[in-house]
């Protein structure tokens, strides 16, 4: 039986099966996309079938970093399971997804009925991502059992999340989420450019590529700072981005020093102290006016909470997952603020990974393969139809709400439940409504979790085929 695995991330799932895709899942964007030159509609997938990445406008079925809009997820979903990507009969596998860090328990249950009874997977397990890092790599050391203290900081699309795990378990208590992600970053790369050079406002496509290209954490902000003040155009620091240009069929790239350009076609932004002013706020979210933490200050705040003969460890054992990480100078200028944050008899230690988008899924696949992985750790579909959803709350080790959470979420979510209902009434990729946006990148900063998910699936309804039909869970 075929074990499918779901890295379910805000901006990108990360997708395969065990034992085919162990190293190298598709990435594939979490996102409907409509795109203006042509005027046809991407379903996850299918966006690497779009040549002209101009002003496309994008219905993500995260928001707010919780799964709201599921008729655009289905969608996705079922282009994943058909044969176009990885071509599994659901109602013959077992699955494995990832679901956000305090996960509302009305979502998880949708989550739930999705892959039982819409998709009809003959097993299936639920977990956060940072849960899963002790089954990988990042922490591996040769002959050795992954350290018993870890603090894993992932930084994605919606937040960076903080999550010590102790044994394999979260410590829940311990948790800290800092409401910065890539989707913040750039769009506040994007505002930025819009009002020092040119609108870029409907171009969050393109933006986001250029903050992948060019933005880097310094290691010494206030230093750097004053490089690009005192010489504004040659300096180490500024660079020049030549735009895409999609009719000759030429990506954007970084300008090589020196390089000539043919003013006529090719037109360049200058990313100067962009470059690192924009990462900034992952260290300094105040710069922007976010009333939290920086996060060398979370991390110790997070590690304050564990218990105080373990706190060594802790500090000793960081790990960075999630897209953010990626950028050059992050696990040097973290580790440096950490060392003066720490006990001075605490030794400091924060592993990056070559591939940190990846990194959960790989030790997904870890994970999966372990033989209780099927016996102990997943609910059958028979425990399911037995015990409904209780059978997955009570095998999951997840999220578990004290009282006074659950008083504050059903305000929040009595509050935001008008704007719950809009993704409901759309088909997934059949308009482009105003909510729709061209600009996916809005900004999270210490919003609420969402309103109640806008659908549950019914027995038979369309039975895990999707919105054009083609795909499903008849795969090869
Ligand atoms: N080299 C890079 N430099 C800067 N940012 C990057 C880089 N690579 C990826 N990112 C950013 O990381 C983010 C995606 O990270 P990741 O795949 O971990 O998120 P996700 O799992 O889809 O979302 P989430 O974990 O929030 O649900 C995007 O905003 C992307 O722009
Ligand atoms: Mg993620």
Redesign the pocket.
């Known amino acids: 039986m075929p074990t499918v695995i779901l890295?379910?991330?805000?901006?990108?799932?990360?997708a395969g099966i065990l034992g085919v895709h162990d190293h190298c899942p598709r990435?594939v964007p979490?996102a409907v996309v409509r795109a203006k030159a042509d005027n046809a509609t991407y379903i996850g997938h299918e966006l690497a079938n779009c040549r002209d990445f101009t002003s496309l406008r994008f219905r993500l079925p995260?928001e707010k970093?919780f799964l709201v809009d599921w008729d655009a997820q289905k969608a996705i979903w079922d282009g994943i399971f058909s044969t176009e990507v990885l071509a599994v009969n659901t109602s013959e596998a077992s699955l494995l997804i990832t679901e956000?860090y305090f996960n509302l328990p009305n979502i998880q249950d949708v989550y739930d009925q999705f892959m039982f009874e819409e998709y009809e997977f003959r097993s299936y397990f639920r977990c956060t991502?940072a849960s899963l890092i002790s089954y990988g790599r990042l922490f591996a050391q040769q002959n050795l059992p992954p350290p018993e203290c870890l603090l894993i900081i992932?930084?994605?699309?919606?937040?960076t999340h903080v999550v010590p795990i102790l044994n394999g378990e979260v410590v829940w208590h311990a948790v800290k989420r800092i409401d910065v992600?890539?989707?913040l970053?750039?769009n506040h790369l994007k505002e930025t450019v819009s009002y020092r050079q040119w609108n870029m406002m409907e171009e969050t496509h393109i933006m986001?590529e250029i903050?992948?290209?060019c933005?880097f954490v310094s290691e010494d902000f206030a230093a750097d700072l004053e490089t690009c003040r005192a010489r504004p155009t040659a300096n180490p620091i500024v660079q020049e981005y030549i735009f895409p240009d999609y009719s000759a069929r030429r990506p954007g790239r970084i300008r090589n020093p020196g390089e000539s350009l043919d003013e006529s076609t090719q037109q360049t932004l200058k990313m100067a102290n962009e470059r690192f002013s924009v990462?900034e706020i992952l260290f300094r979210p105040t710069n922007i006016g976010l009333d939290q933490a920086g996060l060398s200050a979370t991390v110790a705040a997070s590690i304050a909470l564990l218990p105080e003969d373990l706190q060594g460890m802790f500090w000793a054992n960081i790990g960075l997952?999630?897209?953010?990480t990626?950028?050059p100078g992050f696990r040097q200028r973290l580790t440096s603020e950490l060392r003066s944050l720490a006990p001075i008899e605490c030794a400091v230690r924060v592993h990056a990974s070559a591939e940190?988008?990846l990194e959960?899924y790989r030790a997904a696949a870890a994970f999966a393969a372990r033989p209780d992985f099927a016996s102990r750790c997943a609910v059958t579909r028979e425990e399911y139809q037995e015990m409904g959803a209780s059978a997955c709350r009570r095998k999951f080790r997840d999220w578990k709400p004290a009282p006074a959470d659950r008083d504050q979420q059903q305000q929040l979510q009595s509050a935001t439940g008008s704007r719950g209902a809009r993704g409901k009434a759309r088909a997934a990729g059949s308009s482009t409504s105003d909510s729709e946006s061209s600009a996916p990148?809005g900004r999270d900063g210490g919003s609420p979790p969402p309103a109640q998910p806008t659908k549950k699936p019914g027995r038979g309804r369309g039975r895990g085929r999707g919105a054009r039909g083609g795909a499903g869970k008849r795969g090869a």
């Open positions: 890295d379910n991330g805000a901006s990108t799932i990360k990435v979490n995260f970093g956000p991502p992932d930084s994605g699309f919606s937040f992600g890539g989707k970053l750039t986001n903050k992948e290209a933005c990462p997952i999630g897209g953010n990626a950028m940190p988008i959960t990148e």
